[in-house]
């Protein structure tokens, strides 16, 4: 006979098993799908068939001659791959050195202003991402508002559309909101007392920013990063619309497998690839943000 606890866990677990297996199959599920689909041969008008090979995951990173059917290394792939990191990491800087001073702006109004600031901070989620990289679109365009002022001091036009410049500038105006709150939200608790502490002891700015405010606000740092950094990684509007065909990121190259490609196992392994980097991304911020518990 089971004791009244054991009884209530267990009534519990039967009561949250439909809505667990729901979640189990939303979400697991799809992704053994696409697992599964990597591993598998194309079909001859797209789709997948049998035998089940490594094939897809080989052209992920090589490449085989047609003619004499040697290997050497995908170059299309790999660039691809480093213009997604690379601008991923670009963007999440960028958005560090933009949303830092804005956060600490913010932070230090007064309690009846910041609710405003706020509010200003988070209008842009109130429009569709098309309609904003669009936006951005229009301004860096070769007649848009930028070459605009530009020719009114006399200054020659800027060619920046369909560049990883233009991407990168679309991409840090998307995702700068996603900085600048979560860093908000750990400079609002930061004690100012630190700071009057360590000007005490004759402390620098810069050693009052890097010894002092940086450490304290980490968690913040660590959570606007991921939060910047993922989806930059996996984007698709954004590099679609700014950078064109040419300058495509791992989002684009998966559809575009899924599509005019017509390679669903090479975009399944390239769509795996991408989870296992977003996977690897937050197991940094967990063990940066146990650091930070661990540093008190």
């Known amino acids: 006979m089971t004791d009244p606890q054991t009884k209530a866990t267990l009534n519990s677990w039967a009561l949250a098993a439909p809505a667990l297996a729901l979640l189990v199959m939303a979400s697991i599920g799809p992704l053994l799908i696409v697992l599964v689909y990597s591993f598998m041969t194309p079909g001859d ?15 992920v990173f090589l490449s085989r001659d047609i003619f004499d059917d040697t290997l050497s290394w995908a170059d299309a792939h790999l660039t691809i791959f480093w213009r997604s990191v690379k601008l991923s990491v670009l963007t999440t800087a960028i958005t560090f050195l933009l949303g830092l001073p804005t956060a600490w702006f913010i932070a230090t109004r007064p309690p009846q202003r910041r609710a405003m600031w706020l509010f200003l901070i988070t209008i842009p989620f109130w429009t569709n991402l098309l309609i904003r990289t669009i936006a951005i679109n229009e301004i860096i365009r070769s007649e848009g508002l930028l070459n605009q002022v530009l020719g009114w001091f006399g200054a020659g036009p800027v060619n920046l559309l369909y560049t990883d410049t233009a991407v990168l500038i679309g991409m840090a105006y998307v995702y700068l909101p996603m900085m600048v709150l979560p860093m908000y939200a750990a400079i609002d608790r930061f004690d100012t007392r630190l700071l009057e502490a360590a000007y005490d002891l004759f402390a620098s700015r810069w050693q009052v920013l890097r010894h002092v405010v940086l450490p304290v606000i980490r968690p913040g740092i660590v959570a606007g990063s991921i939060l910047v950094f993922v989806p930059s990684l996996g984007a698709y509007v954004t590099p679609r619309v ?3 065909g ?51």
């Open 45 to 59: 008008y797209s789709g997948v068939e049998r035998p089940f090979t490594t094939q897809a995951w080989q052209q």
């Open 242 to 244: 700014l950078g064109g």
């Open 246 to 296: 040419k300058n495509m990121m791992i989002g684009n190259f998966i559809e575009l497998q899924f599509g005019q490609g017509q390679n669903w196992p090479l975009g399944a392994a390239l769509a795996v690839l991408l989870l296992i980097a977003v996977a690897l991304a937050l197991a940094v911020y967990v063990r940066a943000l146990a650091g930070a518990e661990r540093n008190g």
